[in-house]
């Protein structure tokens, strides 16, 4: 069955370790999107890709990064200079083209300490 | 600016009440997409329904059925004789065609919990 994996569910950290979150997805979705979930607020973009080796910042892409090498893949790094990385974060995949549905995966709770 | 408001924070309505979620936006696009997403337990948000700014119609998918009114900017979502497996998070989201087409953005509300108990 086609989807997209986060791994891992949940994640721990130290304070000032830089920490990197996986994605696939093996819907051959040419888009990718990371969004981070906080209580009462909602989803917001981090960051979003329409195609292999390019992508753009969100809306609150400050203490993050990405890479699009491959197609499948879009990994998240949580970096040290996030204030505050503890949080829900959901990755997504869509056909290129700004009205289409979006696809999740099942999300990785990080907290940082 | 592009804004979605889901004013109502949390729900919780005995099992086959009818219940109503209510989703309101702005935009200043004239070419528009709006969805509804469920988010159960498990995390993963689940795609329920599109509709873009020119169809008016309402719809209707067995229990469920939206309501869009342009006059008030609205997409109201309802769930007919409620289950307990409609507990979730729901969440209303819009997709505008601005100056940057094909980003498929998408701007969220904050988000409905209903909780339906037996």
């Known amino acids: 069955d086609g989807g997209i994996t986060q791994s891992p569910k949940y994640l721990f950290r130290k304070e000032g370790q830089n920490v990197t979150l996986s994605c696939e997805q093996n819907?051959?979705?040419?888009?990718m999107y990371w969004y981070r979930q906080d209580p009462g607020q909602g989803l917001r973009l981090i960051y979003y890709?329409?195609?292999?080796?390019?992508?753009q910042k969100g809306d609150i892409a400050e203490g993050y990064s990405v890479s699009r090498e491959k197609k499948e893949s879009f990994p998240l790094t949580v970096t040290s200079a996030q204030k505050n990385p503890t949080a829900f974060y959901l990755c997504?995949?869509?056909?290129?083209?700004?009205?289409?549905?979006?696809?999740f995966g099942n999300g990785t709770r990080l907290t940082v300490t | 600016a592009q804004k979605v408001t889901q004013a109502q924070t949390e729900i919780s309505v005995v099992e086959k009440e009818d219940v109503t979620l209510d989703c309101v936006y702005e935009t200043r696009d004239t070419t528009y997409y709006l969805f509804w997403y469920k988010q159960p337990p498990s995390g993963e948000l689940v795609f329920l329904i599109r509709r873009n700014s020119f169809d008016e119609q309402n719809e209707i998918s067995g229990r469920y059925s939206w309501n869009f009114q342009k006059s008030t900017s609205s997409f109201n979502f309802t769930i007919t004789a409620s289950q307990v497996v409609d507990s979730a998070v729901y969440f209303c989201a819009l997709s505008g065609r601005g100056r940057s087409s094909n980003t498929g953005k998408l701007i969220f509300g904050q988000g409905t919990t209903l909780q339906v108990k037996p």
């Open positions: 819907l051959n979705h040419d888009a």
């Open positions: 890709s329409q195609i292999v080796n390019d992508f």
């Open positions: 997504a995949s869509s056909i290129t083209g700004w009205n289409s549905p979006l696809h």
